[in-house]
């Protein structure tokens, strides 16, 4: 069974600061991703990634497939990053997200003032 | 273009009633799939669909059943609920040109 662990569990820093989340899996995967989940709201997808590095904005997702690891970095962080942030792992090997995915428990990130 | 769509976006049930939580998309989708959301517990996969007429099993798929009639609509039935079904459902979809998963806003269910 693939295990999906992130830390920090929670995380609160101050406006400004450079934040890290790391993620780590414990069988091959074909696709990671990471999500985005404000109180009481929906879940927004920010990343998938199969190798290498990606960024949007001020964020910036990294996988290394060899070590099973992926960090989320949040440059220039501002109070309205607060929120959930999940990393979630597609086990198919076809290809697409056919059978799902599995989750890890979440970081709950707060930026303050 | 509305993405996933759940509805109801609230429930209240009854233990021992059965009820049906809506999920549709409007972007052709192949890949459909279910997921309950626990404190402490994280996102955990319910059902999945590959296609219209095919359905598997998730990590948590007792106390639910799907069906995928068309490629459109997902749906989740309770059979007989239970307090421990109380939970927030989200519904997702992706396809084979696969770009990520999106993700419907939700369903907060509470069974008494």
């Known amino acids: 069974k693939n295990e999906v662990e992130q830390s920090p569990q929670n995380l609160t820093a101050q406006e400004g600061e450079f934040i890290t989340i790391n993620c780590s899996y414990s069988v091959g995967i074909s696709a990671l991703h990471w999500l985005q989940q404000h109180p009481g709201g929906g879940i927004v997808s920010l990343f998938m990634?199969?190798?290498g590095k990606k960024k949007h904005g001020r964020l910036i997702a990294t996988i290394n497939i060899q070590e099973k690891h992926s960090s989320l970095h949040i440059t220039a962080s501002h109070p309205r990053d607060s929120a959930v942030y999940i990393c979630a792992v597609d086990l198919t090997y076809s290809g697409g997200g056919a059978d799902g995915l599995t989750f890890g428990k979440g970081t709950h990130l707060i930026i303050q003032p | 273009n509305a993405g996933v769509t759940q509805t109801p976006k609230f429930q209240v049930l009854k233990t021992g009633q059965s009820m049906t939580l809506q999920c549709a998309q409007d972007m052709n989708h192949e890949y459909m799939s279910w997921y309950r959301q626990d404190p402490g517990m994280g996102l955990r996969l319910i059902h999945y669909s590959v296609g219209a007429g095919i359905t598997d099993q998730g990590e948590v798929p007792n106390g639910y059943n799907v069906s995928r009639s068309t490629t459109e609509d997902f749906p989740l039935r309770l059979l007989s609920a239970a307090p421990s079904q109380t939970s927030v459902y989200f519904c997702?979809?992706?396809?084979?040109?696969?770009?990520?998963?999106?993700f419907g806003s939700g369903t907060r269910l509470t069974v008494v």
């Open positions: 997702a979809s992706s396809t084979e040109n696969y770009y990520g998963y999106t």
């Open positions: 990634l199969s190798s």
